[in-house]
């Protein structure tokens, strides 16, 4: 016979969270909690329910003496751990993104929690930080280069909440300036928590962090961590072991304790936004925690979104930008020089590469010079696509729409312009726009561009950099780095001679929201890599000079763009001048959703429309059953932030109520809108 259960006797009920990923259940539960189980059933333990028939696993959020559900109780089937992976500071960062994005908060847990590993909870703890290894006092002089930068930094050590945009000046090490930052806020008894975007900016980051105190004090969290590690390191954070946190996306939930400073590198990058559901980006989860705890915030970049500038114009964050004198002693000369037909033919050499006789220059100088060369085009591989040859529309099949491109392989059509989507040859070819027969290489591609620079500069070596083949660095002498956008590779001990930025209206032309910003970024990005015009470092844009973006480029003026970038967008009515959701799927799951949904009364419905290219909804989707899928548009003024989340996330919960399953995917303020 089964020994009876006998209730705690203090605050006999559990009020959990069961992690089932589902918008109805996301919502607390009452269960029982034994004698036995008295002392580990504290809030914030992994616990084991029977929910529906099954176990399944869930989080104790509080404990109490009484419940307000009619009828018996169930028991909890057991504690899974006593540690308590789901503090307070936790759960309420949890509550507040969940509201933000109209998500369910099972989904950021799984993010801001790691899975369990038995083994990694015998891991000692106990040591404190110090007794890690030895640190050193850092320098912080390089802050004093910025305007209100020495103050900034007093601020933050003093404990002061204190939020800045940082514009990274040309030639500044931004690792090493982070790294000394951030190291005398552990040393005078904070934490702090760095997230950057990718593998290759966190590698350089704890390389930084390394010259200035031992391996053991950095706490790394990236996804390529085995589950072992990353909650063994997790159990680190959470003790208040490691307080020095650095990692990529997933690292902006890290539970460190008195967090004084947080830091996010880029936040235009797209790897900063989760893929999964509820889509949440690093910055904003960033943004919210300096609200709730209070720490310092610095977003650093070379370049500015409308985002940053928005919480910079709203006197939220506050500019940390070097002063014009500085900038123009740090920043290479950068010139525009258009790609005409006209130019192109003044000089031979400088045709067969592609290149503007200006840009031929510049690269020749650099290299008898014995100075490598930087050369950064949009896409990496061989021709890609085309435009039309007289007014550069591109090129589009005349059957299903798709891009037309050249095919590498060698066979029947291998001349003969076919599209990428159906692969449907097109030797007739004309332009949609205009009518022209005349075809032109949109973008030729990080590997022909080599191809064609090693024609014109047949004694210099030719590498290239991109895709899953990204060089680590270069050696300090004469040759030429052909890279695509995000695979710059830093120069060992110096710097680039000369940057040349090839096939910028492709980049520009893009049908996206963000290619004029994300353009200005990427030409920054590489731009800096080059050493200061005053030791003869050149920077050569091959597009119109009359541009904006050029021009912002030239001045080296970030903030300027990305102000002219936010008052565009709050013209049109585009995030982040207002808050918007995109809620794509087949037009019966969009319809259902719409008459369920509350929407805000000053709320406008844009659409439906098919959905951008290279989107698609996630899981399988039978198209043909139900149509292709469509995207909605919900937008409302700027206001508090949960106001559309809340409203969306209730419509989400009456659609799973009534047990619809067609795909619907809802976004807000998605970085790509279309």
Same mark, same amino acid.
């Given at each position: 016979?089964?020994?009876?259960?006998?209730?705690?006797?203090?605050?006999?009920?559990?009020?959990?969270?069961?992690?089932?990923?589902?918008?109805?259940?996301?919502?607390?539960?009452?269960?029982?909690?034994?004698?036995?189980?008295?002392?580990?059933?504290?809030?914030?333990?992994?616990?084991?329910?029977?929910?529906?028939?099954?176990?399944?696993?869930?989080?104790?959020?509080?404990?109490?003496?009484?419940?307000?559900?009619?009828?018996?109780?169930?028991?909890?089937?057991?504690?899974?751990?006593?540690?308590?992976?789901?503090?307070?500071?936790?759960?309420?960062?949890?509550?507040?993104?969940?509201?933000?994005?109209?998500?369910?908060?099972?989904?950021?847990?799984?993010?801001?929690?790691?899975?369990?590993?038995?083994?990694?909870?015998?891991?000692?703890?106990?040591?404190?930080?110090?007794?890690?290894?030895?640190?050193?006092?850092?320098?912080?002089?390089?802050?004093?280069?910025?305007?209100?930068?020495?103050?900034?930094?007093?601020?933050?050590?003093?404990?002061?909440?204190?939020?800045?945009?940082?514009?990274?000046?040309?030639?500044?090490?931004?690792?090493?300036?982070?790294?000394?930052?951030?190291?005398?806020?552990?040393?005078?008894?904070?934490?702090?928590?760095?997230?950057?975007?990718?593998?290759?900016?966190?590698?350089?980051?704890?390389?930084?962090?390394?010259?200035?105190?031992?391996?053991?004090?950095?706490?790394?969290?990236?996804?390529?961590?085995?589950?072992?590690?990353?909650?063994?390191?997790?159990?680190?954070?959470?003790?208040?072991?490691?307080?020095?946190?650095?990692?990529?996306?997933?690292?902006?939930?890290?539970?460190?304790?008195?967090?004084?400073?947080?830091?996010?590198?880029?936040?235009?990058?797209?790897?900063?936004?989760?893929?999964?559901?509820?889509?949440?980006?690093?910055?904003?989860?960033?943004?919210?925690?300096?609200?709730?705890?209070?720490?310092?915030?610095?977003?650093?970049?070379?370049?500015?979104?409308?985002?940053?500038?928005?919480?910079?114009?709203?006197?939220?964050?506050?500019?940390?930008?070097?002063?014009?004198?500085?900038?123009?002693?740090?920043?290479?000369?950068?010139?525009?020089?258009?790609?005409?037909?006209?130019?192109?033919?003044?000089?031979?050499?400088?045709?067969?590469?592609?290149?503007?006789?200006?840009?031929?220059?510049?690269?020749?100088?650099?290299?008898?010079?014995?100075?490598?060369?930087?050369?950064?085009?949009?896409?990496?591989?061989?021709?890609?696509?085309?435009?039309?040859?007289?007014?550069?529309?591109?090129?589009?099949?005349?059957?299903?729409?798709?891009?037309?491109?050249?095919?590498?392989?060698?066979?029947?059509?291998?001349?003969?312009?076919?599209?990428?989507?159906?692969?449907?040859?097109?030797?007739?070819?004309?332009?949609?726009?205009?009518?022209?027969?005349?075809?032109?290489?949109?973008?030729?591609?990080?590997?022909?561009?080599?191809?064609?620079?090693?024609?014109?500069?047949?004694?210099?070596?030719?590498?290239?950099?991109?895709?899953?083949?990204?060089?680590?660095?270069?050696?300090?002498?004469?040759?030429?780095?052909?890279?695509?956008?995000?695979?710059?590779?830093?120069?060992?001990?110096?710097?680039?001679?000369?940057?040349?930025?090839?096939?910028?209206?492709?980049?520009?032309?893009?049908?996206?929201?963000?290619?004029?910003?994300?353009?200005?970024?990427?030409?920054?990005?590489?731009?800096?890599?080059?050493?200061?015009?005053?030791?003869?470092?050149?920077?050569?844009?091959?597009?119109?000079?009359?541009?904006?973006?050029?021009?912002?480029?030239?001045?080296?003026? +970030?903030?300027?763009? *990305? &102000? @002219?970038?936010?008052?565009?967008? /709050?013209?049109?009515?585009? =995030?982040?001048? !207002?808050? #918007?959701?995109?809620?794509?799927?087949?037009?019966?799951?969009?319809?259902?959703?719409?008459?369920?949904a509350r929407l805000p009364d000053n709320a406008e419905v844009l659409g439906p429309v098919d959905l951008p290219?290279?989107?698609?909804?996630?899981?399988?989707?039978d198209e043909q059953r139900f149509g292709s899928a469509q995207r909605l548009l919900i937008r409302t003024p700027?206001?508090?932030?949960?106001?559309?989340? +809340?409203?969306?996330? *209730? &419509? @989400?919960?009456?659609?799973?109520? /009534?047990?619809?399953?067609? =795909?619907?995917? !809802?976004? #807000?303020?998605?970085?790509?809108?279309?």
């Amino acid at each position: 016979m089964a020994t009876p259960r006998v209730p705690a006797p203090e605050a006999p009920v559990a009020r959990v969270l069961p992690l089932l990923g589902l918008p109805h259940l996301d919502r607390l539960f009452d269960y029982m909690v034994t004698a036995e189980q008295h002392e580990q059933a504290r809030p914030g333990v992994r616990v084991r329910i029977r929910f529906a028939g099954r176990l399944v696993d869930a989080l104790l959020i509080s404990r109490t003496a009484h419940t307000d559900h009619e009828g018996n109780l169930s028991w909890l089937d057991r504690v899974i751990s006593p540690v308590i992976v789901y503090p307070e500071q936790t759960s309420r960062l949890v509550e507040a993104v969940t509201e933000r994005y109209g998500g369910v908060r099972s989904d950021l847990i799984r993010s801001a929690i790691p899975a369990r590993h038995a083994a990694a909870e015998d891991s000692d703890t106990s040591t404190p930080w110090r007794d890690l290894g030895v640190a050193t006092e850092p320098d912080l002089s390089s802050w004093s280069a910025y305007g209100h930068g020495q103050s900034f930094v007093d601020a933050v050590l003093g404990g002061t909440t204190a939020r800045a945009a940082w514009q990274i000046a040309p030639g500044d090490d931004w690792a090493a300036a982070l790294a000394s930052i951030a190291t005398k806020v552990v040393l005078d008894g904070g934490g702090a928590l760095i997230v950057v975007p990718d593998q290759r900016d966190l590698d350089r980051l704890e390389v930084a962090l390394r010259g200035l105190v031992a391996a053991r004090q950095i706490t790394v969290l990236n996804a390529g961590l085995g589950p072992q590690a990353r909650y063994r390191r997790f159990l680190s954070v959470l003790s208040g072991q490691g307080r020095l946190v650095i990692g990529t996306r997933s690292a902006a939930f890290a539970p460190v304790r008195d967090l004084r400073l947080a830091v996010v590198l880029n936040d235009g990058d797209d790897n900063l936004v989760d893929p999964r559901a509820p889509y949440a980006h690093a910055r904003e989860v960033l943004t919210t925690r300096s609200t709730l705890e209070g720490c310092s915030l610095i977003i650093a970049s070379h370049a500015r979104t409308a985002e940053t500038q928005l919480l910079v114009e709203s006197s939220w964050a506050h500019d940390l930008v070097a002063p014009r004198e500085t900038l123009r002693t740090r920043m290479p000369r950068i010139q525009a020089a258009g790609d005409s037909d006209f130019e192109l033919s003044r000089d031979p050499m400088a045709r067969s590469a592609r290149l503007p006789a200006l840009a031929f220059k510049v690269v020749r100088e650099a290299l008898e010079r014995d100075e490598p060369v930087l050369i950064q085009v949009p896409r990496k591989g061989y021709v890609p696509t085309l435009a039309c040859g007289n007014c550069r529309a591109p090129a589009r099949c005349r059957h299903c729409n798709g891009p037309l491109g050249l095919p590498q392989s060698v066979g029947e059509h291998a001349a003969v312009p076919t599209c990428r989507w159906c692969g449907r040859p097109d030797a007739r070819f004309r332009c949609q726009q205009c009518g022209s027969p005349k075809l032109r290489a949109v973008v030729l591609g990080a590997e022909r561009t080599a191809e064609e620079l090693g024609r014109a500069f047949s004694q210099t070596r030719v590498l290239t950099s991109g895709g899953s083949r990204i060089l680590d660095a270069v050696d300090n002498r004469a040759c030429i780095v052909v890279s695509t956008p995000g695979a710059e590779t830093p120069v060992t001990d110096g710097a680039y001679g000369a940057c040349l930025l090839l096939d910028t209206w492709a980049m520009m032309g893009r049908q996206d929201l963000r290619a004029t910003e994300d353009t200005l970024a990427a030409w920054m990005n590489a731009a800096t890599l080059v050493k200061s015009g005053v030791h003869g470092g050149q920077v050569v844009v091959v597009a119109d000079p009359a541009l904006t973006v050029v021009q912002a480029l030239i001045r080296w003026d +970030a903030i300027g763009a *990305a &102000a @002219a970038e936010l008052e565009s967008r /709050r013209e049109v009515g585009f =995030p982040p001048a !207002v808050h #918007m959701a995109a809620v794509d799927g087949a037009q019966a799951a969009l319809d259902s959703f719409l008459r369920a949904a509350r929407l805000p009364d000053n709320a406008e419905v844009l659409g439906p429309v098919d959905l951008p290219p290279g989107i698609s909804l996630p899981g399988e989707y039978d198209e043909q059953r139900f149509g292709s899928a469509q995207r909605l548009l919900i937008r409302t003024p700027l206001g508090p932030r949960s106001e559309l989340g +809340a409203a969306l996330r *209730a &419509a @989400a919960v009456a659609r799973a109520v /009534r047990r619809e399953d067609l =795909p619907l995917r !809802v976004q #807000m303020d998605p970085i790509h809108i279309g």
